[in-house]
């Protein structure tokens, strides 16, 4: 019913930024939260933030607290992660995801919808 595509990943040096977008097709209309997760390679899914769409509530792991920022645009029916001050264990796929109910939450079990994530790679 809810379609999501993660674009923005890539290649960089550390210390620098990246921007992800998740843009949302379908049914959109039932989904209350967004979130981003990141799983490297070997390890389980992380969440890193999210936000409920209607007051923007947001959440966020601490190991990005202060980094990164969750954001959307109802216009364009999209949400971004700003990536700043990246370092190499932020290497992951990244995982765009959208839940029907309004309690933000970390656990991945929790969301309804994800993308096909977006590979994010920062070197040393």
């Known amino acids: 019913q809810v379609q999501l595509v993660e674009s923005g990943g890539g290649l960089v040096q550390a210390g620098g930024s990246l921007r992800l977008s998740c843009a949302a097709s379908?049914?959109?209309?039932?989904?209350?939260?967004m979130g981003w997760f990141r799983q490297a390679p070997g390890k389980e899914r992380e969440f890193v933030a999210a936000?409920?769409?209607?007051?923007?509530?947001?959440l966020y792991a601490d190991s990005v607290k202060g980094r990164f920022t969750i954001s959307k645009d109802n216009a364009k029916n999209t949400v971004y992660l700003q990536m700043n001050s990246l370092k190499p264990e932020d290497t992951a796929v990244y995982y765009c995801?959208?839940?029907?109910?309004?309690?933000?939450?970390?656990?991945?079990?929790?969301?309804?919808?994800w993308g096909q994530g977006t590979q994010v790679t920062v070197s040393s």
């Open positions: 936000i409920r769409l209607t007051t923007r509530y947001t």
């Open positions: 379908g049914r959109t209309f039932s989904t209350a939260v």
């Open positions: 995801a959208g839940e029907r109910s309004a309690v933000v939450s970390t656990g991945a079990a929790t969301y309804d919808y």
